[in-house]
T-cell receptor, first 113, second 115 residues
């Protein structure tokens, strides 16, 4: 049982490039989220999904797309990277909205030059 | 709008001494409160939660938190600090709005336990 996995661990992009951050969980959790962590700002919700085929925007969705074709996977796509997207990105999963505990992946540290 | 405040950027405590990491919150309804810990280069790990019931909540690694409704606080405590407790601690509050859960995290408090 690997929990929540994220790839890559580190990534450097140039402004305007696109990429996909991968997230997978093997706990059959319905609810998955993407957060970004910036110094002095805590974690902010980017997008979330309440189940396969269902996604919605969080607090800071601009510049990011998500999809949820399977229960296990929840990739985050940066369409045209900007320096403001330099951050550490965390994926989290949760059994359902009625349970309380989120399980976080190890994070992806992204630098946009 | 809900909010969480962690007034201290860093807390230093000597090994063996009791520690407290402070958190205050603001929500419109009943508070669902959480503490998470983040070790260097790792994701957040759940420590404990308050949903309802006893105001003193016990969690992982010997941590506990005291819910105080009148002071809107949820301070994290441990009777005897270990060097291995050194990490970044996040307080969070959860609410349901518009059909989805909104979890608001504080900015984090760095705990440094000095040997």
């Amino acid at each position: 049982n690997a929990g929540v996995t994220q790839t890559p661990k580190f990534q450097v992009l140039k402004t305007g490039q696109s990429m996909t951050l991968q997230c997978a969980q093997d706990m059959n959790h319905e609810y998955m989220s993407w957060y970004r962590q910036d110094p002095g700002m805590g974690l902010r919700l980017i997008h979330y999904s309440v189940g396969a085929g269902i996604t919605d925007q969080g607090e800071v969705p601009n510049g990011y797309n998500v999809s949820r074709s399977t229960t296990e996977d929840f990739p985050l796509r940066l369409l045209s990277a900007a320096p403001s997207q330099t951050s550490v990105y965390f994926c989290a999963s949760q059994d359902s909205l009625s349970t309380d505990t989120q399980y976080f992946g190890p994070g992806t540290r992204l630098t946009v030059l | 709008a809900q909010s969480v405040a962690q007034p201290e950027d860093q807390v230093n405590v000597a090994e063996g001494n009791p520690l407290t990491v402070k958190c205050t919150y603001s929500v419109s309804g009943n508070p669902y409160l959480f503490w998470y810990v983040q070790y260097p280069n790792r994701g957040l790990q759940f420590l404990l939660k308050y949903i309802t019931g006893d105001n003193l909540v016990k969690g992982s690694y010997g941590f506990e938190a005291e819910f105080n409704k009148s002071q809107t606080s949820f301070h994290l405590k441990k009777p005897s600090a270990l060097v291995s407790d050194s990490a970044l601690y996040f307080c969070a509050v959860r609410d349901y709005s518009g059909g989805y859960q909104k979890v608001t995290f504080g900015i984090g408090t760095k705990l440094q336990v000095i040997p």
